[in-house]
């Protein structure tokens, strides 16, 4: 089956500066990735999105890139504030199956 | 109502009783899904739920988890003889063709056995 790695498990950067966070997923047949982000006490909430037939997508700061050869996407967030601070989680499916695999989680934390 | 509902929100018990989770879905959504979650930890897929098809039961970890959905709306999640083990997040979500298949979470039933 699908196995979703994540790196790195957590990640410190200054206010302002950008965030990278990576994933790689193992079933070729996997397109559709989402990314999301889970505050203390909530549920996750999808933030972006990407289909395996484009290679990017962005949304304002919030960027997503897509590697079907390597079988990697990455998270890109620029001009991060401290609102940005909380766990990302990566995840991978294959359309049919609807059911999603996640990676084991990033948290990120913004310094003022 | 506009997002995925879920009821309790907290729930502490006693190891070795039975407790039942509930999950409201959005409305039309026709795929429901339940993870759970232990504390720091990643989401761990149990059951998803799609039309009038067949469960998929994969991720229950033990006979003593179990869950029922009526229609395409409300399910329960029930966990017999819990375990302090058994303590983590129960995550529902739900998802619609009609919404691109993106799911989207609930705030999660946090549940402590002791």
């Known amino acids: 089956g699908e196995n979703v790695e994540q790196h790195p498990s957590t990640l410190s950067v200054q206010e302002g500066d950008s965030a990278v966070i990576k994933c790689t997923y193992s079933d070729s047949a996997s397109n559709y990735f989402p990314w999301y982000k889970q505050e203390l006490g909530k549920g996750p909430q999808l933030i972006i999105d990407i289909r395996s037939n484009v290679g990017e997508k962005k949304d304002q700061r919030i960027a997503v890139t897509l590697n079907k050869t390597a079988k990697h996407f990455s998270l890109h967030i620029t001009e991060t504030q401290p609102e940005d601070s909380a766990v990302y989680f990566c995840a991978a499916s294959k359309q049919g199956a609807q059911k999603l695999v996640f990676g084991q989680g990033t948290r990120l934390t913004i310094n003022p | 109502g506009a997002g995925v509902s879920q009821s309790p929100s907290n729930k502490v018990t006693e190891k070795g009783k039975d407790v039942e989770l509930r999950c409201d879905p959005i409305?039309?959504?026709?795929?429901l899904y339940w993870y759970r979650q232990r504390l720091g930890q990643g989401l761990e897929f149990l059951i998803y739920f799609q039309g009038n098809s067949a469960p998929d039961k994969s991720g229950l970890p033990s006979d003593r988890f179990s869950a029922e959905r009526t229609g395409e709306s409300v399910s329960t999640l029930t966990i017999q003889r819990t375990q302090q083990e058994d303590s983590a997040v129960y995550l529902c979500?739900?998802?619609?063709?009609?919404?691109?298949?993106?799911?989207?979470f609930g705030e999660g039933s946090w549940l402590t056995v002791v």
């Open positions: 979500a739900s998802s619609s063709t009609n919404s691109g298949n993106t799911i989207y």
């Open positions: 409305s039309g959504h026709t795929a």
